[in-house]
């Protein structure tokens, strides 16, 4: 195995017992990046278009090797001063293009920062570098990580799914996703506002872990919910999850909703057992309820079918392990999800989109402009894209004082009724007393780039099965647990009570444990072998 396919706490054991310089691993990782990735994401550049462009990733907006040398060298003076230079050390990672590092550009995947360079650095990418982890590049992401396909970043190509080129990597953290799924870079971080470290995840075959709400600090995270935000890793196995989330959570005193709570040791959790667990199956997520715009009524689609059964197979490997799985759990709520975190995101994105004016920092028009309302339409008009505009438009507009009992009011009665349902089942007194609830990721595998993309309602609707998750600020993680007859990976998904991700990495990992050995884990991305 080449050591960019390496777990994260296996590079990291390397390093720090001086069998391989983070020098060393940083090189391979960069040839990897060169030899998979293809063109980074620009502004204003051209699609995918060549056979040579169809082929590669794209999950790079900036490959930051000076950066990542600087401190892989740092790194191993560090071993060789015999200091310990932390669990991650010299472990490769990127992240996603939506967090802030000191004198690096930070773009959202939008016009309208592409010229921003950030002049402080996010707590998630300070703590990574605490304990000797190497950032070594910023990845692609929908436009202020508004999508669930990447395709909607400013930022072109767009990142494509290592398992099918042809793919979409899921969204919006895509490029977090594909970059660790075609080893470049042991862990990304990632955020999760209605699924978007899980959906990723699902698609290209990796484990991604949304936090609890609170869990991980939000500082110098360019916001899009911020009543919904959550940074999280995505890793190529559960352990690197575990050690990337000890490092970045915990409480921050620059962020006021950053828990106080103690952080545990995951690592400590994970080789637990799981006999006598409790894990709920629910049928509500089995199927996908939609508003049909033509007849303005709720429709019910089931998921994929084969997605279907390999969550069932999922809970046959946990029962084979000594857990009770409890079927029929209801979560009548679910239904709600998509329409609440509708109102709910929008609201809060028009908010937080004000603050973009070619004022404060950002791209400027270079239009002659009269008067400062004629400089923000215009710069607004230029470098905002289809997706952040359509949002504003609702939020200001769902938000407007004469809708105010009808829309906003009624999504955070929905929420409260969605943190009801999970609170139900997971009550320890209650009659369902889950541990927690095994779902699938996403109502299907990784859809044709172009295909969805243009119509936000059904792209959003993906979301389905994660949106929920957020409403009531509860820990998801998606792990991968197969492929479809196409040969693209299947998600499954492990939520649980506030802070619970201890118990949910332990699940993840007593699956991936049980599993090690099947064919389908023997699976690498085609263009990997292509490629080298
Ligand atoms: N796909 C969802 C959306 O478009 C979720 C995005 C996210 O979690 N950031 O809003």
Redesign the pocket.
């Known amino acids: 195995m080449k050591i960019c396919d390496l777990p994260a706490y296996s590079i990291a054991d390397l390093v720090r017992t001086r069998q391989i310089s983070a020098v060393e691993v940083l090189e391979k990782t960069l040839e990897r990046v060169q030899s998979v990735d293809g063109r980074p994401g620009e502004v204003d550049a051209s699609e995918a278009q060549s056979e040579e462009d169809l082929n590669r990733i794209h999950a790079f907006t900036l490959v930051t090797e000076e950066h990542a040398r600087t401190k892989a060298e740092k790194i191993d003076q560090m071993v060789k001063a015999g200091e310990d230079p932390g669990p991650l050390a010299g472990v490769p990672y990127t992240a996603k293009d939506i967090f802030t590092v000191k004198g690096i550009p930070a773009t959202a995947g939008s016009k309208i920062l592409s010229n921003y360079v950030a002049p402080y650095t996010s707590t998630v990418v300070e703590r990574m570098d605490e304990v000797g982890a190497v950032m070594i590049g910023k990845v692609n992401l929908?436009e202020f990580?508004?999508?669930?396909s990447s395709e909607s970043s400013a930022f072109k190509p767009v990142p494509r799914n290592p398992w099918d080129t042809s793919r979409v990597t899921g969204?919006?953290?895509g490029g977090s996703a594909a970059a660790v799924a075609a080893g470049e870079g042991a862990i990304s971080l990632g955020?999760?506002?209605?699924?978007?470290?899980r959906?990723p995840a699902s698609f290209c075959g990796v484990v991604g872990l949304k936090p609890t709400y609170g869990r991980v600090s939000r500082y110098g995270l360019i916001a899009?919910?911020s009543s919904?935000?959550c940074p999280g890793p995505l890793a190529r196995n559960v352990t690197d999850i575990a050690l990337a989330l000890k490092a970045i959570a915990g409480q921050d005193p620059r962020d006021n909703t950053a828990a106080m709570v103690p952080v545990p040791d995951y690592l400590a959790e994970l080789e637990k057992d799981i006999r006598g667990l409790r894990i709920g199956l629910s049928e509500e997520f089995f199927r996908v309820t939609y508003f049909d715009t033509n007849t303005v009524e709720l429709k019910e689609n089931p998921i994929d079918e084969e997605i279907h059964s390999a969550i069932l197979s999922v809970a046959g490997f946990l029962a084979q392990l000594g857990a009770d799985i409890v079927i029929d759990v209801p979560l009548p709520y679910t239904k709600y999800g998509v329409p609440t975190?509708f109102v709910i995101?929008r609201v809060e994105a028009s908010s937080n989109l004000l603050r973009y004016d070619g004022v404060k920092y950002g791209y400027r028009t270079e239009e002659p402009f009269t008067d400062l309302r004629e400089l923000y339409r215009t710069t607004r008009g230029e470098a905002f894209g289809v997706?952040p505009k359509l949002r504003m438009l609702m939020g200001i507009y769902l938000s407007a004082a004469q809708f105010d009992k009808g829309y906003y009011q009624q999504a955070l009665k929905a929420r409260a009724l969605i943190r009801s349902d999970f609170d139900t089942i997971f009550d320890p007194k209650g009659k369902y007393r889950l541990d927690a609830l095994l779902t699938p990721t996403t109502p299907s595998t990784a859809f044709p780039i172009g295909s969805v993309y243009g119509d936000?309602v059904i792209?959003?609707y993906?979301?389905q099965l994660?949106?929920t998750t957020?409403h009531a600020g509860i820990p998801g993680l998606s792990i991968p647990v197969g492929f479809d007859k196409e040969g693209l990976p299947i998600g499954a998904q492990f939520l649980g009570p506030d802070y619970s991700e201890g118990l949910l990495l332990r699940l993840g990992r007593a699956f991936e444990k049980l599993t090690e050995n099947e064919d389908w884990r023997k699976e690498r991305p085609p263009l990997l072998s292509d490629n080298e």
């Open positions: 929908d990580t508004y999508g669930s969204g919006s953290s955020t999760d506002t209605g699924g978007s470290i959906h899009f919910g919904l935000d975190y995101s997706e936000s792209m959003q993906s979301d994660t949106a957020n």
